[in-house]
């Protein structure tokens, strides 16, 4: 009888009794092992996974997120600080949320570039406002088909869980559940041909690329020596042709040159200086002044690092991840391990060996592991940057002319701006020289749509999966959309697309799209945020423009820009005029790019219908901006109206440089 009374409240409250549970720090065992059932199971504690959680649950739908992970943010709290973002005004809802939590933590309006723990910190924040249960450290194994629904979920941590749901939304980077799904995908790289594109397959660039004249061999000049360590015994295909190489993965490495919070960086276990040797032939051919070639070096707060890959050799780990994709978790934590003892010797090497110049040892020296940042995990990143693994292959597939906006979709639900970016894929001999193979950097894309059909599969693969991280779209243009804050934004419309399709009795097929976007741009259940007014430059209706200006595409926040070089020569203004429909106070903000040649003193009126004031944006605050492609400056607080009798406006005199109108925000307080 007891037992039975104990099932019944198990069946009863087990949604209670899960997050309770699972809720638990990472480490602790979650013992309630009966089946769950939710409108909608999110796989993958990425920041996409996190996003899509708390929309689900603000749309009143139950929900589980499933992480591998013991921690919440995947790359964005792993230590990729300095954001990849071409253009912000494609980054809206919850993902302009983040940045703007972020902000909060840093004192300003948006904050783009930050500490690991600061943002897992803000994703913890989602999870507990929105009591969403996390089952942590839990990988899938199986999942269930019937009629084309995934019905449930196998899942494995400390004991194995059914996880059975209406909705599966798969966020992980690797695409597991959408691959034990059935689901079609790929991994590689598409020819050229195969899609009408430029720039994916083979690339040979002169990007990260080694100069002529390094040779590969152990004993310079004798192939019979062999190859030094990281060099392939490949050789080159055709320009453009497809393969199965997957692009380089590397740390995104948080150190600190703060003695109080640096531990010293010492050599790994495994630690193997060979690995290094092609380094040194490329250090005497190329002489750094500086550590810049080779490591790219972007500051943080507080003292601390985002150091990418940069250079011939540098942090990417090139052609070691190629079976990561399909590979079991087990050949999975190999590789990631050595590409940890690759990255962490590499930096003992730098600072270390003395084969390298001593300016360059003395500068490594300076940086350490800040005592801070991960401290579960001997202070080094527990996510390794899995630039690509598997690419959903969906009845849309986002190619070149999208990013190019030569085709643009009408069913967006989210937009991109990146370049069309891939790391090096491989490193073979070419010519009797050592070359690296597959980096492609192509700029200049203005925001563009993102296909809702590409982050569904064909209905014949599963009827109610969601993939908005490994979506469909070529190698290329995945470069490009692949940007965490652009995950962001598709997390929360899959989980959006999700709730309609669960409250309207479709698959997600069959989703109505145009309710999708309307309640991505409308719902204040999602973020709760105030309706702001963003007057951009190219808003006819509301800005007034006196004397001619040049007008940029790139580098700006929106569509475009206004510059004028004319340093006063002639009298111009650009007056953005808000169209005001409820009184009240606003903070008043205009987006200062990082553009070369700047004025370091631009003026600025602002008038609240009364009275004119006028602010100056001095040099320091333009020369200090550390927001990646900008920031939004505040202007202050007005007292404004309803109507449009305010206005912003920038103009030109008392200028000796380069004077921008981009766009100015109205946020009600």
């Excluded at 079991?328 to 003395?354: M, N, P, S, V, W």
């Excluded at 190619?399 to 190019?404: H, P, R, S, Y």
């Excluded at 510059?563 to 953005?576: E, I, M």
């Excluded at 169209?579 to 609240?608: F, S, W």
């Amino acid at each position: 009888m007891k037992t039975n009374i104990i099932s019944a409240l198990l069946g009863r409250y087990k949604h209670v009794l899960l997050g309770a549970c699972c809720l638990l720090p990472a480490g602790n065992l979650c013992y309630a092992a009966a089946p769950v059932e939710v409108d909608i199971c999110v796989y993958g504690g990425t920041s996409a996974g996190v996003i899509a959680a708390y929309t689900a649950k603000q749309l009143h739908k139950t929900v589980i997120l499933v992480s591998p992970d013991k921690h919440l943010g995947g790359l964005t709290s792993g230590g990729l600080g300095y954001t990849d973002i071409g253009n912000k005004y494609a980054i809206t809802g919850l993902s302009r949320d983040f940045y703007r939590r972020m902000g909060q933590h840093y004192g300003k309006l948006e904050q783009w570039i930050f500490e690991p723990g600061v943002a897992e910190n803000v994703f913890q924040q989602y999870i507990k406002t929105a009591n969403v249960p996390v089952l942590y450290e839990y990988a899938i194994s199986s999942a269930k088909k019937e009629n084309g629904y995934i019905t449930e979920i196998v899942v494995n941590g400390a004991d194995t869980r059914v996880v059975k749901a209406k909705m599966f939304i798969d966020c992980s980077y690797e695409g597991d559940l959408m691959a034990k799904a059935g689901i079609a995908y790929t991994v590689g790289r598409e020819a050229n041909s195969q899609y009408n594109e430029t720039y994916n397959g083979v690339q040979l660039r002169e990007i990260h690329q080694f100069p002529d004249g390094i040779d590969p061999y152990k004993i310079p000049g004798k192939p019979e020596s062999g190859l030094l360590w990281g060099i392939a015994s490949g050789t080159l295909a055709d320009h453009g042709a497809g393969d199965k190489f997957v692009q380089a993965y590397n740390f995104r490495i948080c150190l600190t040159n703060q003695p109080a919070n640096r531990i010293p960086i010492t050599a790994p276990e495994g630690y193997d200086p060979t690995k290094y040797e092609l380094l040194l032939r490329l250090l005497e051919n190329t002489k750094p002044k500086n550590l810049s070639p080779m490591l790219k070096l972007d500051l943080m707060p507080n003292g601390k690092t985002d150091i990418n890959n940069k250079g011939a050799f540098s942090t990417d780990m090139i052609g070691m991840n190629y079976d990561y994709p399909d590979a079991d978790y087990a050949t999975r934590k190999k590789i990631i391990h050595d590409h940890e003892i690759y990255t962490k010797g590499l930096l003992y090497f730098i600072g270390h060996d003395e084969r390298v110049p001593a300016h360059l040892r003395t500068e490594m020296l300076t940086w350490g592991y800040p005592k801070d940042e991960y401290k579960d995990n001997g202070h080094w990143s527990p996510q390794m940057y899995v630039r690509e693994v598997r690419r959903m292959i969906g009845d849309y597939v986002m190619t070149q002319a999208n990013c190019e906006r030569r085709e643009v979709v009408t069913d967006g639900v989210g937009m991109a701006a990146y370049n069309m970016d891939s790391h090096n894929c491989q490193r073979i001999v070419v010519n009797g020289m050592v070359k690296n193979e597959g980096d492609v950097e192509i700029g200049g894309l203005s925001p563009y749509p993102v296909s809702y059909r590409s982050i569904i599969p064909k209905a014949g693969d599963a009827r109610n999966v969601l993939v908005p991280v490994c979506l469909s779209a070529t190698h290329i243009a995945y470069g490009s959309i692949r940007m965490e804050p652009v995950f962001m934004v598709l997390g929360q419309s899959a989980a959006t697309a999700a709730a309609v399709a669960i409250d309207n009795k479709t698959s997600v097929q069959e989703t109505d799209v145009k309710k999708v976007q309307q309640l991505l741009l409308t719902n204040p259940l999602v973020d709760n945020s105030p309706v702001e007014i963003l007057v951009d430059d190219n808003d006819a209706a509301h800005v007034t423009i006196t004397g001619e200006w040049k007008t940029a595409i790139h580098g700006g926040y929106g569509p475009s820009l206004l510059t004028d070089d004319s340093k006063g020569a002639t009298a111009k203004s650009v007056r953005f005029t808000p169209e005001v429909k409820k009184a009240g106070k606003y903070e008043v903000y205009t987006y200062v790019p990082r553009l070369p040649g700047m004025d370091g003193n631009v003026h600025v009126k602002i008038n609240d219908g009364k009275r004119t004031a006028e602010k100056l944006i001095a040099a320091q605050t333009v020369k200090v901006l550390g927001q990646t492609s900008g920031e939004w400056v505040s202007l202050g607080s007005y007292e404004l109206k309803a109507g449009t009798g305010a206005y912003v406006e920038i103009d030109n005199h008392k200028t000796d440089g380069i004077v921008v109108a981009d766009a100015v925000l109205f946020i009600p307080r």
